[in-house]
């Protein structure tokens, strides 16, 4: 009885020993409630890819490259792809005009028609042309060098990334005064 | 009392349950889509090991790109119309270079795994476009005067 006390197990005792047992017990009231109503239906074994499906159907999708911080690191990357692809579109674009209309877009012609341009559009021109060229071929020099596992560093990486700009920005104002 | 009413709700909703689980099988399989060809128990498939796909191909790029370094220098210095080879090796190194870009933003954005149709359309698109181009290059450099003259003149214009 003292250690009873000393526990304060007192009142949970008397309880015990006042109430009946099968209303006392809430796990035996809760199984045999459920036994009673649960129904369960026979499923064949390939049904399993049926329930993972529907439960694939509730996944959440995966969060875009839109929620991350423009960085030199990506945004290098992506430049280097987008003015890759727009130099390749040019040298597309031309070369199958001049296989479709040789007429039309032979060098003569194009320097023609370049050459009437007034000064503000051939600069503008120029630097459309210039700035892609220059930072895709100093950026695809990175590229090589860390393909030769050099700079793979985080700072390695920013290091040459502001080169490349620098140089990018030199280079097409360069390219503008030929 | 309250086991009748459970067990009538729970009758009532246990077969919509089980329809929602058939209804799930019969939903379309979509490319790209949460829900994937098989069983989970399925192994992953891999290409078939192969240098000429991986490694030299690789390796193949790198010299590419690396190549085009002292092609551009010498298309600076030099004259296209003078050096008809040097030309036409520059046309040539450019067309694959492109080539090679435009294939990677296919495989990039247009995976055939996730845009059945429209991904092996623009692939073969490509290559039809890179069999004109190459044809147009080697009219140009023939017949006119050349990328690296016709660029020089331009620029120059």
Redesign the interface.
């Known amino acids: 009885m003292m250690s009873t006390r000393a526990l304060g197990l007192g009142s949970s005792l008397r309880k015990v020993a006042l109430t009946p047992s099968l209303a006392r017990n809430r796990l035996v009231v809760r199984n045999t409630?459920a036994r009673?109503?649960?129904?369960t239906?026979s499923l064949p074994p390939s049904?399993?890819?049926?329930?993972?499906?529907?439960q694939?159907?509730n996944?959440p999708s995966s969060p875009h490259f839109t929620i991350y911080q423009p960085q030199l690191t990506w945004l290098g990357s992506i430049a280097n792809?987008a003015t890759?692809?727009a130099?390749?579109a040019l040298?597309?674009g031309?070369?199958?005009?001049?296989?479709v209309a040789?007429g039309t877009f032979?060098?003569t012609h194009?320097?023609e028609f370049?050459?009437g341009m007034p000064d503000a559009i051939?600069y503008a021109g120029?630097a459309i042309l210039a700035a892609p060229f220059a930072f895709h071929?100093l950026n695809?020099?990175r590229?090589?060098a860390w393909?030769m596992n050099k700079f793979m560093t985080v700072k390695g990486a920013y290091a040459t990334g502001y080169a490349v700009l620098a140089g990018t920005a030199v280079s097409t104002v360069a390219l503008m005064l030929? | 009392m309250s086991t009748t009413i459970l067990r009538t709700t729970l009758a009532r909703r246990l077969p919509a349950a089980a329809h929602k689980v058939r209804h799930a099988a019969s939903s379309a399989y979509v490319p790209g889509g949460p829900i994937y060809k098989g069983t989970v128990n399925d192994p992953t498939t891999f290409p078939p090991p192969s240098r000429s796909h991986g490694s030299y191909h690789w390796a193949f790029e790198r010299l590419l790109s690396a190549g085009l370094v002292p092609l551009t220098a010498a298309a600076f210095v030099t004259s296209g119309t003078n050096y008809p080879i040097l030309d036409g090796i520059l046309g040539v190194s450019l067309v694959m270079h492109s080539h090679i870009g435009f294939d990677s933003m296919i495989v990039d954005y247009l995976h055939p795994r996730k845009f059945p149709l429209i991904g092996p359309i623009m692939t073969w698109t490509l290559r039809t476009a890179t069999v004109g181009v190459l044809v147009g290059v080697y009219q140009f450099n023939t017949n006119d005067i050349g990328l690296t003259e016709l660029i020089a003149r331009v620029w120059t214009a």
């Open positions: 409630v009673r109503s649960i129904q239906e049904s399993a890819v049926e329930i993972l499906n529907k694939r159907l996944r792809r890759g692809g130099l390749s040298l597309y031309f070369s199958i005009a001049y296989l040789p032979d060098s194009v320097v370049v050459a051939k120029k071929s695809g020099l590229h090589l393909d030929m």
